[in-house]
Nanobody, 121 residues
Framework: QVQLVESGGGLVQAGGSLRLSCVAS????????MNWYRQAPGKQRELVAS???????NYADSVKGRFTISRNNAKNTMFLQMNSLKPEDTAVYYC???????????????WGRGTQVTVSS
């Protein structure tokens, strides 16, 4: 019912920047909280940043001051501006969102397929 598609990943040198985007499409009443997660090889998936429908944000300590999460509710889009990238930021970045799908279905959590971010030293 809801599709999340990430874009903007790629290869960048340490100290560089990337901007990730996530677009939600499909049939739903609203997109509520949206999140960026990441998973590095051999590691568990971790929460990077969250943003509520009202714009309140939270960040993992490892990215505070370097990453900025934002969203455009009118376009059902979320962004992650990543600055001062480090090799340890290398991971697959996933978009995650809670969507109020319908009165019958209620709120459902969805995942995108991910976009690779690679930071070279």
């Amino acid at each position: 019912q809801v599709q999340l598609v990430e874009s903007g990943g790629g290869l960048v040198q340490a100290g560089g920047s990337l901007r990730l985007s996530c677009v939600a499409s499909g049939r739903f009443f609203s997109i509520n909280a949206m999140n960026w997660y990441r998973q590095a090889p051999g590691k568990q998936r971790e929460l990077v940043a969250s943003i509520s429908s009202g714009g309140s944000t939270n960040y993992a300590d490892s990215v505070k001051g370097r990453f900025t999460i934002s969203r455009n509710n009118a376009k059902n889009t979320m962004f992650l501006q990543m600055n001062s990238l480090k090799p340890e930021d290398t991971a697959v970045y996933y978009c995650n969102a809670d969507s109020f799908v319908s009165l019958d279905v209620g709120v459902v959590n969805y995942w995108g397929r991910g976009t690779q971010v690679t930071v070279s030293s």
